[in-house]
């Protein structure tokens, strides 16, 4: 089935640092979806990319869909203690399937 | 709180018990998604109903798991004959799926059921 890689699974950074996740898939996507799980939360949406070479921006969060419709980014500028969590990357399985399939998500810390 | 609603939050069954999770979708939403998390892991996909219809179960295991979403009431999780391995956190999804359009709808989660298996 649908795999969808992510890296790094782990990033500690200090307050202040940029911060980015990379999102792989080995077939190309017709959507992406990323998500935030704060430590003992639940996954909460944040942003779906549709379009080829697509960027959106959420405040310090820049979102990038690849041109090829396989990879994705997240890039976090300037990090806050607030951003702590996992992020993940999620596309749709193979066939046109409802389900959605998730990346392992990254976990991020920051350092105060 | 016109949220995901899953009960019970944290649920303790001894091996051999039955578990059983409880999931009301969004109010407007049809669609249920079943999730299951291991600590560290990321979230694996169990099975994906809308009412009264199994569409996808391709992640859920064959024996002791079972789920439904009755035309009246919740979706249900249920877990027979628990052993240790089940422990996780299920998390409940759901969404609202636009047929104009080929894109997977957002899905809207619940705080989840973290079950410990004793």
């Known amino acids: 089935g649908q795999q969808v890689m992510q890296i790094p699974q782990y990033q500690h950074v200090q307050e202040g640092e940029d911060f980015t996740t990379y999102c792989n898939s080995s077939?190309?996507?017709?959507?992406i979806q990323w998500y935030k799980q704060r430590p003992g939360g639940h996954p909460v949406f944040l942003i779906q990319?549709?379009?080829?070479?697509e960027v959106k921006k959420q405040k310090r969060l820049t979102f990038q869909f690849g041109e090829a419709k396989k990879n994705s980014s997240l890039h976090i500028t300037a990090t806050q203690t607030t951003d702590v969590g996992t992020y993940f990357c999620?596309?749709?399985?193979?066939?046109?399937?409802?389900?959605?399939?998730f990346g392992k998500g990254t976990k991020l810390t920051v350092n105060p | 709180n016109a949220g995901v609603m899953q009960n019970p939050r944290h649920l303790v069954r001894r091996r051999g018990q039955e578990a059983r999770l409880r999931c009301s979708p969004m109010?407007?939403?049809?669609?249920v998604y079943w999730y299951r998390q291991l600590p560290e892991e990321g979230l694996k996909f169990m099975v994906y109903?809308?009412?009264?219809?199994?569409?996808?179960e391709s992640g859920m295991p064959k024996e002791r798991f079972s789920a439904e979403f009755p035309k009246e009431g919740p979706s249900i999780l249920r877990i027979q004959q628990v052993v240790r391995g089940d422990s996780a956190a299920y998390f409940c999804?759901?969404?609202?799926?636009?047929?104009?359009?080929?894109?997977?709808?957002?899905?809207?989660f619940g705080n989840g059921t973290r079950l410990t298996v004793t």
């Open positions: 109903l809308q009412k009264e219809n199994i569409i996808d």
């Open positions: 999620a596309g749709p399985d193979q066939g046109g399937s409802e389900k959605l399939v």
């Open positions: 999804a759901s969404s609202q799926t636009d047929r104009l359009s080929s894109y997977n709808s957002p899905l809207h």
């Open positions: 109010k407007g939403h049809s669609h």
């Open positions: 990319l549709v379009k080829s070479g």
């Open positions: 077939t190309t996507l017709s959507n």
